[in-house]
């Protein structure tokens, strides 16, 4: 059930606050519109900003000490989320990290548990109606809870655009930081995982991106003139430690991503295709993900039986689209998860890396549990280890239906 089907219905709603001017719009919006007590809820998930000044803006508002929630999820976000994505080796249309899809199911999980802890009979989130983040967040809503209601103000309200919402903040008397007094030239969203610039400059998909977009990177070409060497650890297809230093998920990520920074690595400029069914051009930066991937598929290729590797690279379209369309407390997604864990048993060991100027080469990869056998594949005396006359069959009975096609083919 949504707002608009019953605005006198509810009595208490948790919102996803970030302290950010538009929040700060709807919550004095659901107050004025629903007549409703607000819960805020915000979630550190490493987006890189204060968070604490959110309590004030949301006390300011009046709402109440009690019914204001500030969360540090970092590591449950990198060790519950990403990390299991990345045993997958997602990635969505070939290119994109997930890194804006994967952090909704954990703030609507925290949404849902807040309204239970509080008597809540409603949820709220700021996405507009054109977006991935309206499905995301309500599908996991209703797979947590399926007699929510939910309040999505950007569908609902009267507001025409960026001036109205202006307007109404200065009724309200909600602090309109300066450069929101105009039109921001583009929108950013960010956690640990990455950075996403859209809309405004990044409209024409023909137009390079000003340099003032990316957010977590330096530029590839201003990157230094030298290598940086890094070892990454694993164990059951996570990542462990860095340079032989075992640190917590979001730690961890936290350094990679420090190295990516400082190496321009992690830039994707791309036009993606949105689950409501439009287009649009977006700028993303993932530096600690894109050097995870890297290492991952190097360790994997080391410890994973062919078979497996071929049928994970199968089903990770399938379950990058999932995670995109926001399907994360799925049956389907749970099922892939298991499969793919299962693959993980034995994917450990450590991977040599260079960082170099917006590039990640995989140098180097040892295992306990590697499959690769030297005296298999050398070119040198294998001392009987594999019999090369043997392949002749193997290719005979491999081509028998190519030959009767052929013969066939030619009467």
Not at 20 to 48: M, P, R
Not at 173 to 198: C, R, T, W, Y
Not at 241 to 252: C, E, H, Y
Not at 389 to 400: E, P, R, S, V
Request: charge should be negative; charged fraction near 30%; hydrophobic fraction near 35%.
């Amino acid at each position: 059930m949504s707002g608009t089907d019953g605005k006198t219905n509810i009595r208490k709603v948790v919102l996803a606050y970030s302290g950010g001017l538009d929040t700060s719009i709807i919550l004095k919006w659901l107050q004025e519109t629903y007549n409703a007590e607000v819960v805020t809820f915000t979630a550190d998930l490493g987006q890189g900003e204060e968070i604490e000044p959110a309590r004030k803006k949301a006390e300011m508002l009046g709402i109440k000490p009690e019914n204001i929630f500030i969360e540090d999820v970092r590591e449950e976000f990198v060790r519950d989320y990403v990390f299991p994505m990345f045993r997958a080796n997602a990635l969505y249309e070939g290119i994109y990290l997930l890194g804006t899809s994967i952090a909704r199911p954990l703030i609507s999980k925290r949404q849902i548990e807040i309204a239970r802890q509080t008597g809540a009979d409603a949820v709220c989130h700021g996405a507009t109606g054109k977006g991935n983040d309206q499905v995301r967040f309500e599908l996991s809503y209703y797979a947590l809870e399926p007699s929510i209601k939910i309040i999505a103000p950007w569908r609902e309200w009267a507001f025409k655009g960026r001036e109205d919402l202006l307007d109404f903040a200065r009724r309200n008397q909600i602090p309109v930081a300066k450069d929101k007094e105009g039109e921001s030239p583009f929108s950013i969203d960010a956690n640990l995982l990455h950075s996403s610039s859209e809309g405004k400059v990044l409209e024409d998909p023909a137009q390079k991106p000003p340099e003032m977009v990316y957010q977590r990177t330096i530029s590839p070409m201003d990157a230094p003139d030298k290598v940086t060497t890094i070892k990454i650890g694993f164990e059951k297809g996570d990542a462990v430690s860095l340079n032989g230093q075992k640190l917590s998920p979001a730690t961890l990520l936290k350094a990679l991503n420090d190295l990516g920074r400082d190496n321009g690595i992690g830039r994707i400029d791309l036009v993606e295709n949105r689950f409501v069914g439009m287009k649009s051009r977006g700028v993303y930066e993932t530096p600690g993900g894109t050097i995870l991937l890297h290492a991952h598929r190097a360790i994997e290729s080391l410890t994973l039986d062919r078979g497996a590797a071929h049928l994970k690279d199968e089903l990770m379209p399938r379950y990058a689209e999932l995670v995109y369309y926001g399907f994360w407390f799925s049956p389907e997604r749970e099922m892939l998860q298991a499969a793919i864990d299962k693959s993980q048993e034995h994917v450990e060991g450590e991977v040599t890396l260079e960082l170099y100027k917006g590039n990640v080469i995989v140098v180097g990869r040892e295992s306990a549990k590697s499959l690769y056998t030297p005296n298999l594949v050398t070119f040198e005396d294998d001392k009987g280890a594999y019999d090369q006359k043997d392949a002749q069959g193997f290719i005979k009975l491999n081509a028998l239906r190519l030959r009767t096609l052929a013969a066939r083919d030619r009467k």
